[in-house]
C-alpha cells in the first residue's frame, strides 16, 4: 500500500492487466506519441500523461497510438473485442463520443443482446469527463447519463485513486463493453492504493460517511464536493449519508434505498445537466420507491442547463461545489420547520 | 531537576521507565498524556471523551478517556498514574499523534509548575513536528519465494517478540500492542500468507503449513528465538511452531486461540467471506466485540479492501476449509500444552462470540489463563494495557 495519485493508479491498472493477460492491448490518439515518425517514442505517454511507460514494456503490437478518427479507431476496438481481445480504448475527451455512437450504442452495446448471448464484447473505453480544466464546451461535458441510459453498456465514475485502479481492473476483466470515465480535474488526487491487483465490483456503492439526517447521493469528482459537505455540515450538528455509487450502470439501487430509509432526506449530487441525467434519475428512483420514508422534498445539486462556458469565472460558478451542496442539505433541514414555526 | 519535566509518551511506559519512577517515588512529577499512535497510518485522534474530571485520580491502565480516528474508536487507558491536573484539549477536538492531550501528576505540584509544562511542551512539540518521515513502516520480504510483509519495532536486545493475527486479519490488529510492547526489545509482527500485503498463496491453508512459513519467515529474519504472542488462528499457529520446534521459542501468549476446542462462530468465517458490501459486513465484524461501538466505517473498508484483493477470497476460503470446515474447529492442539516447558499464557475475552471463552477451561497447569470481562474476541484491541502488561511480564 503506498500513496498513489489517481493517473499513477490508472497506469498500474492498465499494465497490472496489460502483465495479467496478453489479450489485454489499448489504443487511442497519442496513448504513446511519436509513432511514424524519428522522434521519440512514448514521446506524450497519452494527453495527460496516464499511458506514459505502457509502449517501451508491452510494445506497439499492444500499445497502439490510432490516427485522429474516433470512429474508425473505437470502431477497430469493438471488432477486436468481438474477436478476442480485451482492448482497453481511449476517446480523448467524452465530447468527441458523438461521431463514434454507432459503434458503441449499436454495435458493442448489442452484440450479447442480438447475437443470444454468445456474443461476449469485452471492451473498455476510457474517456476524460468534467469541467474545470478551462477546456470549453466541447472537452468539458459529462455525457455519462447519455451512455448509463443504454442497456448493454456499463459504466464506471471512479471519485478516488483506489476506485480507479479497482474499477478499471474490473472492466479490463468484464465482459461487457465498459465506458470508463476519469475525471480530468482528479488526476493529480493522491490516496492510497495497493500495489497488488484488485478488482471493485460494479453496482456496489460505496459509504464514505454515515450519518442520520440526509442522504448524499453523488457522482464521480462530486463525491469529494459530498464528502466535504458532509464534514462542515457535521461541525454544525447535520450529519449526512454519502453514497459514492461507483457505477451508475449498474446502480446500486438497494444501498440508496435503504440509506434514503433510514435518513429520510436526499440529495443528489451530478456535474452533469440537470434534465435526463444522474441526479433526475436518482431522485425518480427514491420518489418511485421509498416516498413514504421521504421527510422533505428530494434536492438535486446539478450544473444548469447550459453549455460549460470558456469563461473561468462562469465556469466556476457553473460547477457544483461544496457551498451549493450544503445549502441544498440545510434546505432540506429546514423543510417542516419553517411551515412548524408559521 | 530535569526529572519530573519529562515527557513520557505511552509507548515509552515500559519496566525501565517504571524503575526509574520508582526511584524517584517520592518526588513530585508531572507527566504528559498524548494523542497516541495507533497503527502506522495513524496521523491525527479526536478526544471523543474524558471519562474523568480534573481533580480525580487515575490509576494505570484506567480509562481516561475515549479516542476516536478514521480507523476506529477505543477507550484510551492511562498510561501513568496519579492525578489529572489539567484538560488540555476539549472533547470534540481532534489533535495530531504526539499532542498533549492532559496533565496528570503524582505528588505536591503548584499550578504554576504545570503551566509552565504546558507551555514548554506546546513550544517544543510545534517544533518538533514533521520529523515523521523515518517512522518505521511495514515492508514486503522474500520468505521462500513468496512475499511476506513484516514490521518490525524496538531495539535489539532481549527476547525478541513475534505478534502472528488471526484468520481475516493482518499485523495492523497489533496497533495497540506492537508499539507498546516494544521500549527495550524487538517486536516483529508479520502478515500470514493469504493475508494484508503478503502473497495469497496458502498451499493447503493448514495451521501446519502456516507455521512452516513462520519459521521460515524467523529464518530470514534471522529470529532465532522468540516469545510467540498469537491471535485467534496466529494463536495455533505460535503453538504448532512451539511444539514442532521448541528450540525457537521462548514463551507463548496465546488470546483467544484456535484448536482449543471444537466450537467456532461459523457464521462469523462465512459472513466474513462472503460479504462484499460494508453495510452487510459490519454485523459480521461486530461480532468481534464486545462494544460494536469499537467498528468504525474504515475497519469495515479496510478489510474489504483486503478481500479484494486477487486471490485473498480464495486463500480465506481454503484456510477457512482447512481449519474450520464442517462447523467446527477441525484441530485440537490443547494436549500439545503439557509438553511445552516455556512459559504459556491464555488470555481470552469473556464476551468472545467467535471462539467461546470456556476453551481456556480444563488446560494444564502450568499454563496461566486470563479471562477478560468486557473484551470479545479481539481483547487484545479491546483491552489492550491488560494484555500489554500479560505480555511484557512473560518476556
Same mark, same amino acid.
Given at each position: 500500500?503506498?500513496?498513489?495519485?489517481?493517473?499513477?493508479?490508472?497506469?498500474?491498472?492498465?499494465?497490472?492487466?496489460?502483465?495479467?493477460?496478453?489479450?489485454?492491448?489499448?489504443?487511442?490518439?497519442?496513448?504513446?506519441?511519436?509513432?511514424?515518425?524519428?522522434?521519440?517514442?512514448?514521446?506524450?505517454?497519452?494527453?495527460?500523461?496516464?499511458?506514459?511507460?505502457?509502449?517501451?514494456?508491452?510494445?506497439?503490437?499492444?500499445?497502439?497510438?490510432?490516427?485522429?478518427?474516433?470512429?474508425?479507431?473505437?470502431?477497430?476496438?469493438?471488432?477486436?473485442?468481438?474477436?478476442?481481445?480485451?482492448?482497453?480504448?481511449?476517446?480523448?475527451?467524452?465530447?468527441?463520443?458523438?461521431?463514434?455512437?454507432?459503434?458503441?450504442?449499436?454495435?458493442?452495446?448489442?452484440?450479447?443482446?442480438?447475437?443470444?448471448?454468445?456474443?461476449?464484447?469485452?471492451?473498455?473505453?476510457?474517456?476524460?469527463?468534467?469541467?474545470?480544466?478551462?477546456?470549453?464546451?466541447?472537452?468539458?461535458?459529462?455525457?455519462?447519463?447519455?451512455?448509463?441510459?443504454?442497456?448493454?453498456?456499463?459504466?464506471?465514475?471512479?471519485?478516488?485513486?483506489?476506485?480507479?485502479?479497482?474499477?478499471?481492473?474490473?472492466?479490463?476483466?468484464?465482459?461487457?463493453?465498459?465506458?470508463?470515465?476519469?475525471?480530468?480535474?482528479?488526476?493529480?488526487?493522491?490516496?492510497?492504493?495497493?500495489?497488488?491487483?484488485?478488482?471493485?465490483?460494479?453496482?456496489?456503492?460505496?459509504?464514505?460517511?454515515?450519518?442520520?439526517?440526509?442522504?448524499?447521493?453523488?457522482?464521480?469528482?462530486?463525491?469529494?464536493?459530498?464528502?466535504?459537505?458532509?464534514?462542515?455540515?457535521?461541525?454544525?450538528?447535520?450529519?449526512?449519508?454519502?453514497?459514492?455509487?461507483?457505477?451508475?450502470?449498474?446502480?446500486?439501487?438497494?444501498?440508496?434505498?435503504?440509506?434514503?430509509?433510514?435518513?429520510?432526506?436526499?440529495?443528489?449530487?451530478?456535474?452533469?445537466?440537470?434534465?435526463?441525467?444522474?441526479?433526475? =434519475?436518482?431522485?425518480?428512483?427514491?420518489?418511485?420507491?421509498?416516498?413514504?420514508?421521504?421527510?422533505?422534498?428530494?434536492?438535486?445539486?446539478?450544473?444548469?442547463?447550459?453549455?460549460?462556458?470558456?469563461?473561468?469565472?462562469?465556469? =466556476?460558478?457553473?460547477?457544483?461545489?461544496?457551498?451549493?451542496?450544503?445549502?441544498?442539505?440545510?434546505?432540506?433541514?429546514?423543510?417542516?420547520?419553517?411551515?412548524?414555526?408559521? | 531537576?530535569?526529572?519530573?519535566?519529562?515527557?513520557?509518551?505511552?509507548?515509552?511506559?515500559?519496566?525501565?521507565?517504571?524503575?526509574?519512577?520508582?526511584?524517584?517515588?517520592?518526588?513530585?512529577?508531572?507527566?504528559?498524556?498524548?494523542?497516541?499512535?495507533?497503527?502506522?497510518?495513524?496521523?491525527?485522534?479526536?478526544?471523543?471523551?474524558?471519562?474523568?474530571?480534573?481533580?480525580?485520580?487515575?490509576?494505570?491502565?484506567?480509562?481516561?478517556?475515549?479516542?476516536?480516528?478514521?480507523?476506529?474508536?477505543?477507550?484510551?487507558?492511562?498510561?501513568?498514574?496519579?492525578?489529572?491536573?489539567?484538560?488540555?484539549?476539549?472533547?470534540?477536538?481532534?489533535?495530531?499523534?504526539?499532542?498533549?492531550?492532559?496533565?496528570?501528576?503524582?505528588?505536591?505540584?503548584?499550578?504554576?509548575?504545570?503551566?509552565?509544562?504546558?507551555?514548554?511542551?506546546? @513550544?517544543?512539540?510545534?517544533?518538533?513536528?514533521?520529523?515523521?518521515?523515518?517512522?518505521?513502516?511495514?515492508?514486503?520480504?522474500?520468505?521462500?519465494?513468496?512475499?511476506?510483509?513484516?514490521?518490525?519495532?524496538?531495539?535489539?536486545?532481549?527476547?525478541?517478540?513475534?505478534?502472528?493475527?488471526?484468520?481475516? $486479519?493482518?499485523?495492523?490488529?497489533?496497533?495497540?500492542?506492537?508499539?507498546?510492547?516494544?521500549?527495550?526489545?524487538?517486536?516483529?509482527?508479520?502478515?500470514?500468507?493469504?493475508?494484508?500485503?503478503?502473497?495469497?498463496?496458502?498451499?493447503?491453508?493448514?495451521?501446519?503449513?502456516? @507455521?512452516?512459513?513462520?519459521?521460515?519467515?524467523?529464518?530470514?529474519?534471522?529470529?532465532?528465538?522468540?516469545?510467540?504472542?498469537?491471535?485467534?488462528?496466529?494463536?495455533?499457529?505460535?503453538?504448532?511452531?512451539?511444539?514442532?520446534?521448541?528450540?525457537?521459542?521462548?514463551?507463548?501468549?496465546?488470546?483467544?486461540?484456535?484448536?482449543?476446542?471444537?466450537?467456532?462462530?461459523?457464521?462469523?468465517?462465512?459472513?466474513?467471506?462472503?460479504?462484499?458490501?460494508?453495510?452487510?459486513?459490519?454485523?459480521?465484524?461486530?461480532?468481534?466485540?464486545?462494544?460494536?461501538?469499537?467498528?468504525?466505517?474504515?475497519?469495515?473498508?479496510?478489510?474489504?479492501?483486503?478481500?479484494?484483493?486477487?486471490? $485473498?477470497?480464495?486463500?480465506?476460503?481454503?484456510?477457512?476449509?482447512?481449519?474450520?470446515?464442517?462447523?467446527?474447529?477441525?484441530?485440537?492442539?490443547?494436549?500439545?500444552?503439557?509438553?511445552?516447558?516455556?512459559?504459556?499464557?491464555?488470555?481470552?475475552?469473556?464476551?468472545?462470540?467467535?471462539?467461546?471463552?470456556?476453551?481456556?477451561?480444563?488446560?494444564?497447569?502450568?499454563?496461566?489463563?486470563?479471562?477478560?470481562?468486557?473484551?470479545?474476541?479481539?481483547?487484545?484491541?479491546?483491552?489492550?494495557?491488560?494484555?500489554?502488561?500479560?505480555?511484557?511480564?512473560?518476556?
Amino acid at each position: 500500500m503506498s500513496k498513489k495519485s489517481y493517473r499513477q493508479a490508472i497506469n498500474e491498472a492498465i499494465r497490472q492487466e496489460m502483465e495479467r493477460d496478453s489479450r489485454v492491448i489499448i489504443m487511442g490518439e497519442d496513448i504513446a506519441g511519436g509513432t511514424g515518425t524519428k522522434g521519440d517514442q512514448d514521446a506524450w505517454g497519452g494527453p495527460l500523461g496516464v499511458t506514459k511507460g505502457l509502449r517501451p514494456q508491452f510494445g506497439p503490437d499492444r500499445v497502439l497510438d490510432t490516427h485522429l478518427a474516433e470512429i474508425s479507431f473505437v470502431g477497430a476496438a469493438v471488432g477486436a473485442a468481438a474477436t478476442g481481445l480485451r482492448p482497453i480504448v481511449e476517446l480523448m475527451f467524452v465530447d468527441f463520443a458523438g461521431v463514434c455512437f454507432d459503434q458503441i450504442f449499436n454495435q458493442a452495446a448489442k452484440f450479447r443482446y442480438m447475437f443470444g448471448g454468445k456474443a461476449v464484447t469485452p471492451l473498455v473505453v476510457r474517456t476524460m469527463y468534467g469541467a474545470g480544466f478551462r477546456a470549453a464546451s466541447q472537452h468539458s461535458q459529462c455525457l455519462y447519463p447519455m451512455f448509463t441510459h443504454i442497456p448493454g453498456l456499463k459504466v464506471a465514475l471512479p471519485s478516488n485513486p483506489y476506485e480507479a485502479k479497482g474499477l478499471l481492473i474490473q472492466a479490463i476483466r468484464d465482459d461487457d463493453p465498459v465506458i470508463f470515465f476519469e475525471h480530468k480535474a482528479l488526476y493529480d488526487m493522491e490516496g492510497e492504493v495497493p500495489d497488488e491487483a484488485y478488482a471493485i465490483p460494479f453496482g456496489e456503492a460505496n459509504v464514505t460517511r454515515e450519518g442520520d439526517d440526509v442522504t448524499i447521493v453523488a457522482f464521480g469528482r462530486m463525491v469529494n464536493f459530498a464528502n466535504e459537505a458532509a464534514d462542515n455540515l457535521a461541525k454544525s450538528g447535520i450529519t449526512c449519508t454519502v453514497v459514492d455509487p461507483r457505477t451508475t450502470s449498474p446502480l446500486d439501487t438497494e444501498t440508496i434505498l435503504e440509506t434514503v430509509a433510514e435518513t429520510g432526506r436526499l440529495v443528489v449530487v451530478d456535474e452533469a445537466h440537470p434534465r435526463c441525467s444522474m441526479a433526475s =434519475d436518482v431522485a425518480g428512483l427514491v420518489a418511485e420507491n421509498a416516498f413514504d420514508a421521504l421527510r422533505a422534498p428530494i434536492r438535486m445539486v446539478t450544473a444548469p442547463h447550459a453549455p460549460v462556458p470558456f469563461s473561468s469565472v462562469l465556469e =466556476d460558478l457553473y460547477i457544483p461545489g461544496v457551498d451549493k451542496i450544503e445549502a441544498a442539505v440545510r434546505g432540506v433541514m429546514e423543510h417542516g420547520r419553517k411551515e412548524a414555526a408559521e | 531537576m530535569s526529572g519530573p519535566q519529562r515527557i513520557t509518551p505511552f509507548w515509552a511506559e515500559d519496566g525501565a521507565e517504571e524503575t526509574e519512577t520508582k526511584g524517584e517515588s517520592a518526588m513530585p512529577a508531572i507527566r504528559a498524556i498524548t494523542m497516541p499512535k495507533w497503527g502506522l497510518a495513524m496521523e491525527e485522534g479526536m478526544l471523543a471523551r474524558w471519562a474523568i474530571e480534573e481533580g480525580a485520580s487515575v490509576g494505570l491502565g484506567d480509562e481516561i478517556m475515549d479516542i476516536e480516528t478514521s480507523k476506529i474508536a477505543n477507550v484510551f487507558e492511562s498510561p501513568v498514574a496519579g492525578v489529572l491536573r489539567r484538560k488540555v484539549v476539549g472533547e470534540g477536538d481532534t489533535v495530531p499523534v504526539g499532542a498533549l492531550l492532559g496533565v496528570v501528576t503524582e505528588g505536591d505540584v503548584p499550578d504554576a509548575e504545570i503551566d509552565a509544562f504546558v507551555a514548554d511542551f506546546l @513550544a517544543s512539540f510545534a517544533t518538533a513536528e514533521k520529523d515523521e518521515a523515518d517512522a518505521p513502516a511495514a515492508e514486503p520480504i522474500a520468505v521462500e519465494g513468496r512475499t511476506i510483509r513484516h514490521l518490525r519495532l524496538g531495539p535489539d536486545g532481549g527476547t525478541p517478540i513475534l505478534m502472528i493475527h488471526g484468520f481475516g $486479519a493482518d499485523l495492523s490488529t497489533w496497533m495497540f500492542n506492537q508499539e507498546a510492547i516494544a521500549g527495550d526489545r524487538a517486536v516483529y509482527a508479520l502478515d500470514l500468507p493469504g493475508h494484508g500485503g503478503s502473497s495469497k498463496q496458502v498451499d493447503d491453508g493448514s495451521v501446519e503449513g502456516l @507455521a512452516r512459513m513462520v519459521k521460515a519467515y524467523m529464518d530470514v529474519v534471522g529470529i532465532d528465538r522468540a516469545h510467540l504472542v498469537g491471535h485467534s488462528l496466529g494463536g495455533a499457529i505460535a503453538l504448532e511452531v512451539a511444539s514442532t520446534a521448541p528450540d525457537r521459542v521462548a514463551a507463548l501468549t496465546l488470546i483467544a486461540p484456535a484448536a482449543f476446542g471444537p466450537e467456532i462462530a461459523t457464521d462469523f468465517i462465512e459472513g466474513f467471506i462472503s460479504e462484499t458490501r460494508s453495510r452487510k459486513l459490519r454485523p459480521v465484524l461486530e461480532m468481534l466485540v464486545a462494544n460494536p461501538d469499537m467498528v468504525s466505517a474504515d475497519m469495515v473498508e479496510d478489510v474489504l479492501k483486503f478481500k479484494r484483493l486477487d486471490g $485473498a477470497p480464495a486463500a480465506l476460503r481454503t484456510i477457512a476449509d482447512a481449519n474450520f470446515g464442517g462447523g467446527s474447529q477441525k484441530a485440537s492442539l490443547r494436549d500439545r500444552l503439557a509438553g511445552l516447558d516455556v512459559p504459556v499464557h491464555v488470555i481470552w475475552g469473556e464476551d468472545d462470540r467467535i471462539l467461546p471463552a470456556r476453551h481456556a477451561e480444563g488446560l494444564p497447569e502450568s499454563v496461566s489463563v486470563t479471562r477478560l470481562s468486557g473484551a470479545g474476541h479481539i481483547a487484545h484491541m479491546e483491552k489492550a494495557s491488560e494484555i500489554n502488561g500479560v505480555i511484557k511480564s512473560v518476556s
